[in-house]
């Protein structure tokens, strides 16, 4: 996400995660809600491979990912370091022997228990999708956790010992896999849980499931959260991984060859899943146990903060001119649109940024503004969504009507694209009245008046008017259908 010049200045946090395949490293720092990424590293250690017990190969490539995460944790002044372990560590025989000796290293690591594991994986996906209802799956190496959540809130929860390091166990003993996948779902209390309702799909495999979905189906915008699949899709994945080998692998950047072997099994799982569970379709999470942990410490406050706009807030207040005043910006646009709750936070993240590319050359504004709606490091926004950001953006940067990449337009529909092109041309006329300050909006204001769009402004500020400023209500009042007027 966009992300302030001093944000880097603040004290960051790390978690390590001890998982069943993999140790993982993310150092978090900035904005509270969500704060940006700034390390993030991954060894796949496979401590969950042998059943009931660590391998000493395993262990031995673990403990020395661990003595360079603390290596780095210190290099970087992270305050506070958060080490948990999951079903691999807290189910292994000689678990215990193992945490002795990450203790040994200086860390002070934490078994989550599978109530515990699927809680966080739940309030993870909250934090990123804050109207997220449905069921969460969590899957890792040894489990996989089932979560409802609805409401910004984490229901009932399951741990089922069905981690991609299991599945080649029980399909060799289970008659039906799909059968045997439905009534431990089943038993779990989770039968039909989805229907109707969205499969939010959280873990390593499932993330991969998704960039070789979107790398097969040429997708234009391959950025793998909140990518959204049909439930029929894991059928034809199966067939595509049946063909497919690693030198084809070795050609799609985003996908860790290490992480190949367990797909099949991964999507198998996936395709009895959504059998028994019924979801209306499935929805991957990039955000998990690690954001959950740090969600669980917020305030309610916090919590309630919409992601989307406190990062847009975030980046405007770095990257522009003045002070920030996006919120203003959007209450004075405001007035000319008839938009719904979920249309105009939309608008206002678009208001937030309506000055990020003032850096750049004037020919690339455009392009920048695109850039940064498309590309940004944005949670709680869909494809559609990003794509609605990026017309706004370049209408105001001055682009022209048409986004230049038909592929990407077409991810969302003609008359959103309308509305957002509309509102770029908004901003732009505002942006321009006021010299990208709050005090030409303060004292000015545009509204609908039957069907004229009317700029109204005191006397004593005529002076702001220009042939480039009604040049600009008059484009804009082209695209809502109404007569531009001045007062």
Not at 192 to 201: G, S, T, W
Request: aromatic content about 6%; proline content about 6%; hydrophobic content about 45%.
């Amino acid at each position: 996400m966009g992300t302030s010049p001093a944000m880097f200045a603040e004290a960051p946090v790390a978690i390590i995660d001890i998982g069943s395949n993999s140790v993982r490293l993310v150092v978090y720092s900035g904005a509270t809600r969500i704060p940006s990424v700034i390390f993030n590293e991954k060894v796949l250690a496979g401590l969950g491979r042998e059943p009931g017990k660590i391998g000493a190969e395993a262990e031995t490539r673990a403990l020395a990912a661990l003595d360079r995460f603390r290596v780095l944790v210190g290099q970087m002044k992270v305050v506070r370091t958060r080490v948990v372990a999951t079903a691999a560590v807290r189910e292994a025989s000689n678990g215990a022997g193992f945490l002795a000796r990450v203790r040994r290293l200086g860390f002070d690591p934490r078994i989550l228990s599978g109530e515990e594991e699927g809680k966080r994986a739940g309030q993870g996906v909250l934090s990123a999708i804050p109207d997220a209802d449905g069921i969460v799956g969590d899957l890792g190496g040894g489990s996989l956790e089932l979560v409802e959540v609805s409401k910004g809130k984490v229901g009932r929860r399951a741990s089922l010992p069905l981690g991609v390091f299991r599945l080649d166990a029980l399909i060799e003993k289970s008659g039906s896999f799909s059968k045997a996948i439905g009534r431990a779902v089943a038993d779990a209390g989770f039968e039909a849980a989805a229907a109707d309702r969205p499969f939010y799909l959280v873990g390593g495999s499932w993330r991969t499931l998704a960039r070789l979905d979107m790398e097969m189906s040429a997708h234009p915008l391959p950025i793998t959260h909140q990518h959204a699949l049909p439930t029929g899709r894991p059928r034809e994945l199966r067939d595509i991984l049946a063909r497919i080998g690693k030198a084809d692998v070795r050609d799609i950047p985003s996908i860790s060859l290490s992480r190949v072997p367990t797909l099949p099994n991964a999507n198998r799982l996936l395709e009895a899943l959504v059998r028994a569970l019924e979801p209306s379709h499935l929805v991957v999470s990039s955000f998990g146990i690690r954001e959950g942990l740090l969600f669980d410490e917020l305030s309610p406050e916090a919590r309630a903060l919409d992601p989307l706009i406190e990062a847009a807030r975030e980046a405007g207040a770095g990257l522009g001119r003045f002070a920030q005043h996006g919120d203003l910006l959007d209450a004075w646009i405001a007035p000319a649109f008839d938009d719904p709750p979920e249309m105009a936070r939309l608008r206002l993240a678009a208001c937030l940024l309506a000055d990020i590319a003032w850096a750049a050359h004037p020919d690339f504004r455009p392009e920048r503004g695109i850039d940064m709606a498309l590309h940004g490091n944005w949670v709680a926004i869909d494809a559609p969504g990003r794509v609605m950001l990026a017309q706004a953006l370049f209408c105001n940067f001055g682009g022209g009507r048409e986004l230049p990449y038909p592929a990407i337009a077409a991810l969302c529909g003609e008359e959103r694209l309308k509305r957002a092109a509309a509102w770029g041309f908004a901003m732009r006329l505002g942006q321009r009245l006021s010299g990208g300050v709050a005090a030409g909006l303060r004292r000015s204001r545009l509204l609908r008046d039957g069907g004229a769009l009317r700029l109204e402004i005191g006397k004593g500020d005529s002076a702001l008017l220009g042939e480039t400023v009604e040049r600009r209500l008059k484009t804009l009042a082209g695209e809502l259908g109404l007569k531009p007027e001045i007062a």
